[in-house]
């Protein structure tokens, strides 16, 4: 019986180290956040005006207002279109990222305020370059029956 006793004591033991060692793990790992918060986007907006002309072929691109830092809106095949908030996710405080059309990304060009990543506009703003940890912040875009891009991101509840 005393044996019994003494199992069931070292079990407990066990048991509450194991779970005391689990939860200074969980409590000692950080988890990163993307740097660029969370703001609400939603409009859409017609591809004939003549403003947005340069989104009605494939490669081309605007940038519009809206988003964390303003929003770089790629064609990618007339049916598929990217939209990124241009912020950088290494520092959220940097100018606005613009868009190199020979590399195909977004980088800074103000080497002042230079946070030297790349971000790839094909790959999904995929970080290619620099300190950044996370991609691009990326909105959905659908393209309406009527013509229109409507550029959102619904998923955060909005």
Same mark, same amino acid.
């Given at each position: 019986?005393?044996?019994?006793?003494?199992?069931?004591?070292?079990?407990?033991?066990?048991?509450?180290?194991?779970?005391?060692?689990? !939860? /200074?793990?969980?409590?000692? @790992?950080?988890?990163?956040?993307?740097?660029? =918060?969370?703001?609400?986007?939603?409009? +859409?907006?017609?591809?004939?005006?003549?403003?947005?002309?340069?989104?009605? *072929?494939?490669?081309?691109?605007? #940038?519009?207002?809206?988003? #964390?830092?303003? /929003?770089?809106?790629? *064609?990618?095949? @007339?049916?598929?279109?990217?939209?990124?908030?241009?912020? $950088?996710?290494? *520092?959220?405080?940097?100018? @606005?990222?613009?868009? %190199? +059309?020979? +590399?195909?990304?977004?980088?800074? !060009? %103000?080497? $002042? +305020?230079?946070?030297?990543?790349?971000?790839?506009?094909?790959?999904?703003?995929?970080?290619?370059?620099?300190?950044?940890?996370? =991609?691009?912040?990326?909105?959905?875009?659908?393209?309406?029956?009527?013509?229109?891009?409507?550029? !959102?991101?619904?998923?955060?509840?909005?």
């Amino acid at each position: 019986m005393r044996k019994q006793i003494y199992k069931k004591n070292a079990m407990k033991t066990k048991l509450f180290f194991v779970v005391l060692i689990f !939860t /200074i793990f969980s409590l000692s @790992c950080e988890t990163e956040e993307n740097p660029v =918060p969370d703001v609400r986007v939603d409009f +859409e907006f017609s591809l004939n005006n003549a403003q947005y002309s340069n989104l009605q *072929n494939p490669g081309g691109w605007v #940038y519009l207002t809206g988003g #964390y830092n303003g /929003i770089f809106v790629y *064609n990618v095949d @007339c049916d598929t279109y990217y939209a990124y908030d241009r912020s $950088c996710t290494a *520092n959220n405080k940097h100018t @606005c990222l613009v868009y %190199d +059309e020979k +590399e195909h990304c977004l980088l800074h !060009t %103000d080497t $002042c +305020e230079n946070c030297s990543s790349k971000f790839s506009v094909p790959l999904k703003g995929a970080v290619i370059q620099g300190p950044a940890k996370f =991609p691009l912040r990326q909105y959905e875009v659908y393209k309406t029956q009527n013509g229109r891009l409507r550029i !959102t991101n619904n998923y955060f509840g909005y």
